[in-house]
T-cell receptor, first 119, second 115 residues
Framework: AQKITQTQPGMFVQEKEAVTLDCTYD???????LFWYKQPSSGEMIFLIY??????QNATEGRYSLNFQKARKSANLVISASQLGDSAMYFC????????????????FGQGTILTVHP | DGGITQSPKYLFRKEGQNVTLSCEQN?????MYWYRQDPGQGLRLIYY???????QKGDIAEGYSVSREKKESFPLTVTSAQKNPTAFYLC??????????????FGPGTRLLVL
């Protein structure tokens, strides 16, 4: 069974500094996708960044980058130049392409990390 | 603007009552999903649908039912059999569910409370 672990319940960062949110995963599959979502207090899940298991380069999207270490099964999110608006809950999720021989796109989520950005 | 809408934003359920949560998308996506989120927790999959007139149970389907009569709509009914329905419900959609890089996009959610 797939499992996502986010070991940091809460993180604090000073505005304009960088912060790393940890994510480790467990899967027996070779083909999978890793996602990070942001959930502000309003509740909506906002897609941030994607990393495929076969991608050789770390994904980047603006101020977001993903530190992907396949051998360690980790996919940490790095937010550079933090802004007050980055304060939110952040979820790491994994998508299994093959589940019982059928691909159905289920996302397995971690417990989340609450990020607070201080001015 | 393309997107996913969910209604109502807040929903109150009385004991023994069935309630239906609406989810509509105009993204022309084939696949749609329902997730449940409990306070301080990640999301868990309730039901998903890859195509019209087809849907499958997720990890926590007991006490819930869905229908997919139109591509744009995927309503979720919380039945009286669901003994602990208080949660935040999120609907999502994706182009199709066949590739690992497909991104799921989420609606704003519905908070369900039991009176």
């Amino acid at each position: 069974a797939q499992k996502i672990t986010q070991t940091q319940p809460g993180m604090f960062v000073q505005e304009k500094e960088a912060v790393t949110l940890d994510c480790t995963y467990d899967t027996s599959d070779q083909s999978y996708g890793l996602f990070w979502y942001k959930q502000p207090s309003s509740g909506e899940m906002i897609f941030l960044i994607y990393q495929g298991s076969y991608d050789e380069q770390n994904a980047t999207e603006g101020r977001y980058s993903l530190n992907f270490q396949k051998a360690r099964k980790s996919a940490n999110l790095v937010i550079s130049a933090s802004q007050l608006g980055d304060s939110a809950m952040y979820f790491c999720a994994m998508r299994d392409v093959n589940a019982g021989g059928t691909s159905y796109g289920k996302l397995t989520f971690g417990q989340g990390t609450i990020l607070t950005v201080h001015p | 603007d393309g997107g996913i809408t969910q209604s109502p934003k807040y929903l109150f359920r009385k004991e023994g009552q069935n309630v239906t949560l609406s989810c509509e998308q105009n993204l022309n996506h084939d696949a749609m999903y329902w997730y449940r989120q409990d306070p301080g927790q990640g999301l868990r999959l309730i039901y998903y649908s890859q195509i019209v007139n087809d849907f499958q149970k997720g990890d926590i389907a007991e006490g819930y039912s869905v229908s997919r009569e139109k591509k744009e709509s995927f309503p979720l009914t919380v039945t009286s059999a669901q003994k602990n329905p208080t949660a935040f419900y999120l609907c999502a959609s994706s182009i199709s569910s066949g590739r690992r890089q497909e991104t799921q996009y989420f609606g704003p959610g519905t908070r369900l409370l039991v009176l």
